[in-house]
């Protein structure tokens, strides 16, 4: 009797503890990357603590270097409180800033650039520009990378893709040097091969001026889609949203294109992703750095074939507060968008939440994941279609002249 109470009793502590151990909840960060693998949204560092940049003009203090992810496949992440998480193996350093991408033959996690400490602490870290996650050997190293340009090292604000033949792209950005002062910016269009671990830099006189906190979006014919973030010419100056920067991977030229439709307000911090219709949708972001303005439209989609903005008509039911340094990826049709900061409140509320956006029927399928919903994927078929939009307005536009006291924020915001 005594050893069956006991049993019970040792039991229930184990699994409490199991529980206790075992249930991971992220907290509230900017500057992560994320990445589908199979049916996992993967998500990478970032740093749950706000930035004081007069302050601490390098350290960041507890920047993360978790990883994890939640399963798709679970259709209870559209109408549950809360997804599953699950950890994955560290980061050997923690990091935001950075960009991910993966290998589609292996699943293997590169993780290139990004601003780099000891993992939760406030102490720069011993740097290399890349690292990899190998799922098989459950870690984390430093590839071997022939001809690696150690310009790209410390390159933050970036966004790389890569194509179906295994070659990474990564445009420009910007890099501090340890001692904090003026960053350098770049307009080199980086080039790694991940079949073959080789490097290339290519210095190309017809490309875009030096820029940062741009999306890179690669559509199947092999162009990759370069919209809003910073130019630094003499200054910094946003990237007006008419004009998308398109890169041919085949041919390795720019071609600029000149975008109409509706007005989009310049940005910095956003997202994009392309759906299944091949249009591009980019979502949040803010005017200046991370504390906000917000900017408007919150989301708009460009058609990759007429180059035309639009901005659909969304029902106002589980629309998000608008986010900037967060992270989005597609999934089947849904794009999922999570963390970063809610653009409206002045960089004073982290988020820790996930949303999801039928990018089909433009509707938010849930609200934030810290309250209860109840709404399932199978009741959002039927609703509001998305509503055609009327070119002429001019409501987006809220570009204001620069400040140059913003080159100060930006630089401390993004590097
Ligand atoms: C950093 O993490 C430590 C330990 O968890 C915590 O005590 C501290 O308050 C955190 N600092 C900030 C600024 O979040
Ligand atoms: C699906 O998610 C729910 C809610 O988070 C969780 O209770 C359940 O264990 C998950 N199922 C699987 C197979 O992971
Ligand atoms: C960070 O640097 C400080 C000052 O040099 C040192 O005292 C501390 O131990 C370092 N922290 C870690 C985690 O290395
Ligand atoms: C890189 O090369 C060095 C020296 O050849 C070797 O010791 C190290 O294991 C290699 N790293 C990886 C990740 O292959
Ligand atoms: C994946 O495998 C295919 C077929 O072996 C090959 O053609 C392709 O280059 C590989 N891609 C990468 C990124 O290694
Ligand atoms: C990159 O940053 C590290 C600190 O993380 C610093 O030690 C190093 O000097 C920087 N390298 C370059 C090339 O700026
Ligand atoms: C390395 O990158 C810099 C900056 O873009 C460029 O000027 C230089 O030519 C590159 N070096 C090589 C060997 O490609
Ligand atoms: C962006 O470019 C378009 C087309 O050239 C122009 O009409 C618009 O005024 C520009 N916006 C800003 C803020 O410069
Ligand atoms: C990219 O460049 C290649 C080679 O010049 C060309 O054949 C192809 O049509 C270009 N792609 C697009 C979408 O313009
Ligand atoms: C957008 O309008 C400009 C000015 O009217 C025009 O030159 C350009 O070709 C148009 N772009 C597209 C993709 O139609
Ligand atoms: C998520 O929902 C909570 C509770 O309604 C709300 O306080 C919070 O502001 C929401 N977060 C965002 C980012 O919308
Ligand atoms: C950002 O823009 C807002 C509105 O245009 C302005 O009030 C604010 O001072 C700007 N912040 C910086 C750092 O430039």
């Known amino acids: ?3 069956i109470q006991f049993g019970v009793f040792s039991f229930s502590l184990l699994s409490y503890l199991f529980f206790v151990s075992c249930q991971y909840v992220p907290n509230p ?19 749950p603590a706000d930035v004081s940049p007069l302050s601490t003009p390098i350290g960041h203090p507890n920047i993360s270097n978790d990883v994890f992810y939640f399963d798709l496949s679970n259709s209870s992440l559209f109408n549950t409180v809360t997804p599953t998480w699950y950890k994955d193996v560290e980061m050997p350093i923690g990091s935001l800033y950075h960009t991910s991408c993966v290998n589609p033959n292996d699943s293997a996690v590169f993780i290139f650039g990004g601003r780099q400490f000891l993992p939760n602490s406030n102490n720069l870290s011993v740097y290399s520009p890349v690292y990899r996650l190998d799922h098989n050997k459950n870690s984390w190293s430093i590839p071997n990378i022939t001809g690696l340009n150690s310009t790209f090292a410390n390159r933050t604000s970036i966004q790389a893709v890569i194509d179906i033949t295994g070659k990474v792209f990564i445009f420009g950005g910007g890099r501090r040097s340890a001692t904090g002062g003026d960053p350098s910016y770049y307009n080199d269009m980086n080039i790694f091969d991940i079949t073959s671990m080789s490097w290339s830099t290519l210095v190309i006189s017809q490309a875009p001026p030096p820029s940062y906190a741009y999306t890179a979006t690669l559509l199947p014919s092999g162009i ?8 630094y010419i003499s200054g910094i100056i ?14 390795l030229t720019w071609t600029i294109k000149s975008a109409n439709g509706s007005s989009i307000g310049s940005r910095v911090g956003h997202s994009a992703v392309l759906n299944q219709n091949g249009d591009i949708i980019i979502y949040g972001g803010s005017e200046n750095d991370t504390l906000g303005p917000q900017v408007f439209p919150d989301l708009a989609v460009l058609n990759t074939n ?26 089947k049709n849904y794009m999922f968008v999570a963390f970063g900061v809610i653009a409206s409140t002045g960089g004073t509320i982290y988020n820790k939440d996930y949303y999801i956006l039928d990018t089909q029927k433009y509707v938010w399928v849930t609200t934030n994941n810290s309250v209860i919903t109840t709404q399932g994927p199978s009741k959002i078929q039927g609703s509001q279609p998305n509503k055609a939009i009327d070119p002429s307005s001019n409501d987006g536009n809220k570009i204001k002249p620069l400040l140059y006291l913003s080159l100060f924020f930006y630089i401390y915001m993004f590097f």
């Open 238 to 251: 946003p990237v007006n949203m008419s004009e998308i920067r398109t890169f041919n991977t085949t041919s």
């Open 29 to 47: 960060r900017i500057g992560q990357s994320s990445a589908l693998i199979g049916t996992k949204l993967y998500f990478f560092g970032g740093s």
């Open 306 to 331: 007429s180059w035309m903005w639009s901005i659909p008509n969304i029902p106002s039911s589980n629309i998000p507060q608008a986010l900037t340094a967060h992270s989005a990826v597609l999934y």
């Open 1 to 3: 009797m005594r050893f």
């Open 224 to 231: 990759i889609v370069y919209i809003g973030g910073i130019d």
